[in-house]
C-alpha cells in the first residue's frame, strides 16, 4: 500500500507561483513513476505532468507546458509541482498518483495510487 499526501495547495492571484508537493510513504517510491492530474468543477480529471521513477523523462499537459515544472527527490520520497504564472483557468483540485508501471503516462487508469487532493484557486 502507498499513501500520497499533497500540500502546498491555495489561494492565488493570476500571475502567481506555487509549488506543491505529494508525499509517499512507501520506501520503494523511486520504483514508480509519478503524475500530477487536477479536475475543476464540473470537469473531468486533466493530465497535468509526470515524471518517470529515476526523473530522468517528463511529461507535460499542453495548458501548464512552460508554466509548470515536474520534479521529485526519491532521497525524501517526494514529488513537486512548479506552478508559475497561474491562470484562473488553473483553479481545480491537485492530486498526485504513482505508476508501478505504465505504457503510458497520460491515463488515469494507469495510476495505482492516488492522494486526496489539495485545492487550488486562482483569482484573476
Known amino acids: 500500500q502507498v499513501q500520497l499526501v499533497e500540500s502546498g495547495g491555495g489561494l492565488v492571484q493570476a500571475g502567481d507561483s506555487l509549488r506543491l508537493s505529494c508525499a509517499a510513504s512507501?520506501?520503494?517510491?523511486?520504483?514508480?513513476?509519478m503524475g500530477w492530474f487536477r479536475q475543476a468543477p464540473g470537469k473531468e480529471r486533466e493530465f497535468v505532468a509526470a515524471?518517470?521513477?529515476?526523473?530522468?523523462?517528463?511529461w507535460y499537459g499542453d495548458s501548464v507546458k512552460g508554466r509548470f515544472t515536474i520534479s521529485r527527490d526519491n532521497a525524501k520520497n517526494t514529488v513537486y509541482l512548479q506552478m508559475n504564472n497561474l491562470k484562473p483557468e488553473d483553479t481545480a483540485i491537485y492530486s498526485c498518483a504513482s505508476a508501478a508501471m505504465w505504457t503510458s503516462p497520460y491515463a488515469p487508469s494507469e495510476y495505482d495510487y492516488w492522494g486526496q487532493g489539495t485545492q487550488v484557486t486562482v483569482s484573476a
Open positions: 512507501r520506501r520503494t517510491f523511486s520504483d514508480h513513476a
Open positions: 515524471i518517470s521513477w529515476k526523473g530522468s523523462s517528463t
